[in-house]
């Protein structure tokens, strides 16, 4: 799942890449890596509220380690 969300992402596929690393996150609530592409891929799609929410998960998830 990861492979398939990155893949979407590099190639422009934002909202595919999204709906990816979602259901990444539904599994793995704690897992950075997947906050941080999701908040590129908003950052992409001009939605930076969204991607400012992601980034600030990442960043606490990020900070307990």
Known sequence: L???AYRDHVAGRYQ??????????????LN???L???????????DEERAREDLKSAEAINSEK
């Open 32 to 34: 950075a890596w997947a």
């Open 36 to 46: 941080n592409n999701r908040a590129s891929a908003y950052q992409s799609l001009g």
């Open 2 to 4: 990861c492979h398939h």
């Open 16 to 29: 595919d890449a999204i709906n990816q690393y979602s259901q990444i996150l539904k599994r793995e609530p």
